[in-house]
Each structure stands twice: as structure tokens, then as C-alpha cells.
């Protein structure tokens, strides 16, 4: 998952239904799943019904960790996934990853929700 | 009714019209003068020997050189399909002139086959002027969609990323790219189909009706036409792209960089 998730034109149903037509995650749709990731995301039933390009940045990428989530991989590479939401969705979002044992996770962030005991840092900035 | 000849005296009394724009050119000084001299200089080279080698191989009738002749045509509209899009022609070249020939033929032979009912399928008057519509039209459609595709996913390669990154295959990656050019291509087709007779009446139909056929007649090649030009441009525009799509992409899935002309 990248940061400027520039996805499908066309409306939010439309670009899950194409996700999982894929064969790869065909029967992966769970709507009770998507319910409940919607409601902890903050967004709202009817963002499905809008246009994606016309959603803030900050909607389009929680629709971009929605899709991850749904997909339920083991491994995921985060590239700035919480930059543009606000603070209290950015610590929920990196707790829930975070809280995942048997997952792995390359994160790349800003963000200092993300740091935590166990997990490996590799500053970029002093070793430049 | 008969037909009138234009003599050749006569014709150049159709050249008088041109003192009009030049006269305009002159007095605001457009400076079209030249261009417009030599344009219509060369319209008159070409078409004249365009008329002897048409003379030339309905004189003969003769099956193969017909299939011959489109095939130099389908050679000439492949070519300059990938040199419009400013893509790679080495690269292209095969796939699209095998798509582009047979899209094409598939639906000119059914064409004289069923619609027109011809005894001779190779029938240099229905044959020629058929294929010189049919590969016209998919090629404006071609340069349109297949332009349309490769440049969208170059302007947008990170969505065609993502789409691979959440599990789709390269095929289902292009869908959206590969939806998005097949309405390009056929939109002036499909627009054209709907104001036809209304807005303007189309040259084959005109030119039937010039050369005697009663409108009647006419109306039925136009529509057998339109729909064949539909079809054709859809089928050849849709083929062109997935198969280009091997020679396209790398292993991993990746535009190859190379696909693309110095200008792109």
C-alpha cells in the first residue's frame, strides 16, 4: 500500500467489486468484515456510493487500509498509510497492524504511532 | 438516369473555386496561399494515380491481386496506427498488423458473404473500396485506443501497480486501462452512427447516389457499412492491445520502457 493511492475512477462499490473479481481474492468479500472495518475507520455507509476521486485524502486512504484489511494478508508493506489521517485514527490504525503477531509488516512512517518495543527500527536519517 | 462524366476541361472550372480562398488569403493575408496550391497539387497527383491503379486492377478482377492490394493497406494502417500513438514499431509491429488483418477480413468477407451476397467474395469493386473504409476507421480507432492505453498506464503506472499488489493478474490489472481505451476507440464510431443521416449524409452514400443507385439502395450499404465499421474497429482495437500485451510487458508484469517513442 502506497500513500497516494490514486485507485479506480468510479464509485467506492465499484473499485471493491473489481478487487474481488480478481481471482486471486474471489469469495474474499466478507460483508460482515467490511461493516466492521468501516465503522473503526470512522467512515460512513454512504462514502461506498461516492465518487473515489472525489473523496479527502484522508478517506481515500482509509479506504486504501480497508482494502488491505479485507484482503487479510500475512504480509503487508506500509509506505506512509497514516500521513494524512488525524491522530487518534493514526494510533488505532498502527495499534491494529501492530496487534497482529503472526503478521509481517515493513512500515515506512512519519508517524510515531507506529513505534513500539518489539519492533525493528531502521532510522533513515542518520545513516543517510 | 445517367451519369454525368466530369471532363477534364470542366474540372477546371471546379479549380476556379480556389481563387476564393486565395483571394481571402491575400487580402487578410492569411498566407495559405502556397499550402493551398500545393495541397490541392498533391490531392490531384495522388488521386490521379490512385485512378490508374484502380483503373488498372478492376480491369483485371483478379482474387489475389485484390487480397494482395489490402494486404499492402493493412501493412500501411498498422504502420502508421503505432507511428501515430508515437509507440515502438519494432516492438508492435507483428501483433498489431495480425490483429488489425484479421479483425478486418473476418468482417469484410462476411460482409460480401452475407450481407451483400457476392458470387465472387474477392470482387475488386466491393472488396477494395469495402477494406479502404473498414481499415480507415480502425485505424483512427486504433491510434485512439491503443494510444489511449499505454499512455494512461505510463500516467498512472502506480494504480497498475496496485492493482498487482492486491492480487490481480496482468490481465485483470489492464481491465480498467483496457475498458477506458475500447470506449475511446469506438466513441466517434457510435456518435457517427447515431447522427448519421441527420447531420450529414456519408460519402459512400453519396457517392452511390451520384453514380445512380437509388437512395433506397444506398441507405441499405450505409447501415451495413456503419455496423461493419463498428465491429471491425472494436474487434481490431481490443485484439491490437491484448496482443500487444506480451511483447509489452516484462516477466514481472512491468511496461517495458522501451514500448515508448522519443516523444512520449
Known amino acids: ?128 | 438516369m445517367p451519369i454525368y462524366d466530369i471532363s477534364y476541361t470542366s474540372l477546371i472550372f471546379c479549380f476556379f473555386l480556389l481563387a476564393i480562398p486565395i483571394f481571402i488569403s491575400r487580402k487578410i493575408r492569411l498566407e495559405l496561399e502556397k499550402s493551398t496550391l500545393a495541397a490541392v497539387f498533391r490531392m490531384s497527383i495522388q488521386l490521379f494515380l490512385a485512378g490508374l491503379f484502380l483503373n488498372f486492377i478492376f480491369n483485371l478482377n483478379n482474387g489475389f491481386l485484390n487480397l494482395a492490394c489490402v494486404g499492402v493497406m493493412t501493412f500501411f494502417a498498422s504502420y502508421t496506427t503505432i507511428k501515430s500513438a508515437d509507440l515502438n514499431v519494432k516492438k508492435l509491429f507483428v501483433p498489431i498488423i495480425l490483429s488489425i488483418a484479421f479483425s478486418n477480413l473476418a468482417v469484410l468477407l462476411y460482409v460480401n458473404k452475407f450481407v451483400i451476397n457476392l458470387d465472387a467474395l474477392l470482387d475488386t469493386r466491393y472488396l477494395i473500396p469495402l477494406a479502404g473504409m473498414l481499415l480507415g476507421n480502425a485505424l483512427r480507432g486504433n491510434v485512439a485506443g491503443i494510444g489511449d492505453f499505454y499512455t494512461d498506464i505510463k500516467r498512472n503506472e502506480n494504480r497498475y501497480l496496485y492493482n498487482l499488489s492486491i492480487g490481480a493478474d496482468m490481465y485483470e490489472a489492464v481491465l480498467p486501462y483496457l475498458r477506458k481505451s475500447l470506449r475511446a476507440a469506438v466513441k466517434l464510431t457510435l456518435a457517427n452512427i447515431y447522427s448519421i443521416g441527420i447531420v450529414a449524409l456519408p460519402e459512400i452514400m453519396t457517392g452511390q447516389i451520384l453514380g445512380g443507385a437509388s437512395p433506397l439502395v444506398a441507405i441499405k450499404y450505409q447501415i451495413a457499412i456503419m455496423i461493419a465499421i463498428y465491429v471491425s474497429t472494436l474487434l481490431s482495437t481490443i485484439l491490437s492491445i491484448l496482443a500487444s500485451l506480451r511483447t509489452a510487458f516484462d516477466e514481472y508484469g512491468l511496461v517495458n520502457k522501451e514500448l515508448y517513442g522519443k516523444n512520449f
Not at chain 1, 38 to 44: F, P
Not at chain 1, 113 to 126: A, G, P, R, S, T
Open chain 1, 1 to 128: 500500500m502506497v500513500q497516494d493511492t490514486d485507485l479506480e475512477e468510479g464509485k467506492v462499490t465499484n473499485l471493491l467489486n473489481e478487487i474481488f473479481f480478481y481471482r486471486a481474492n474471489k469469495d474474499k468479500l466478507d460483508s460482515e468484515k467490511l461493516r466492521i472495518f468501516m465503522r473503526e475507520l470512522g467512515l460512513e455507509d454512504d462514502i461506498l456510493d461516492k465518487n473515489f476521486q472525489e473523496l479527502s485524502g484522508g478517506e481515500k486512504q482509509r479506504i486504501g487500509i480497508l482494502i488491505a484489511l479485507l484482503l487479510n494478508r500475512d504480509i503487508y508493506l506500509l509506505d506512509e498509510v497514516t500521513s494524512a489521517l488525524d491522530v487518534n485514527l493514526k494510533k488505532k490504525v498502527a495499534d491494529y497492524f501492530l496487534a497482529r503477531e503472526n503478521w509481517t509488516l515493513l512500515v515506512i512512517s512519519h508517524d510515531r504511532e507506529w513505534e513500539c518495543d518489539w519492533i525493528e527500527k531502521i532510522d533513515l536519517e542518520n545513516k543517510s
